[in-house]
């Protein structure tokens, strides 16, 4: 078993168990154009994608430290998604639904093996 599949393992069996506390639901939003014009508004309609997985809370006050220089706040909320839990591509200013609270996403990093995917998110 290679380094990825170990970690998909480890964290998914964490994630129903010992980290359980930490898990909550992420609602991941994106505006797609149609190529559909509505002649009642003049335009092309826009219709939004709504994509749910599971994601694990890390509290803001963790941040890396070899990244001294992030510029964070009291209204954002580190989160962490496995590649299996993942239901969509990721980019900055894509919004973000996590226990209630509207965010958008403000930055995104891919660990080296691609297993985990963390999103820095930002109170809308």
Known sequence: MGIYADIQADMKEAMDDDLADAVATLTI????SSNS????NGSV?????VNTMRC???DADL???NE????TTINDL?????DSEKTTSFRVGLEANVRGLDYKVAQYK???VGATHNLELRRS
């Open 29 to 32: 939003t994106e505006t797609v």
């Open 37 to 40: 014009y509505d002649p009642v």
């Open 110 to 112: 891919v660990d080296p």
């Open 45 to 49: 309609s826009n219709t939004p994608v």
């Open 68 to 71: 001294p220089d992030s510029d």
């Open 56 to 58: 694990i809370v890390v």
């Open 63 to 65: 941040k890396d430290e």
């Open 78 to 82: 580190e989160v962490m998604v496995l």
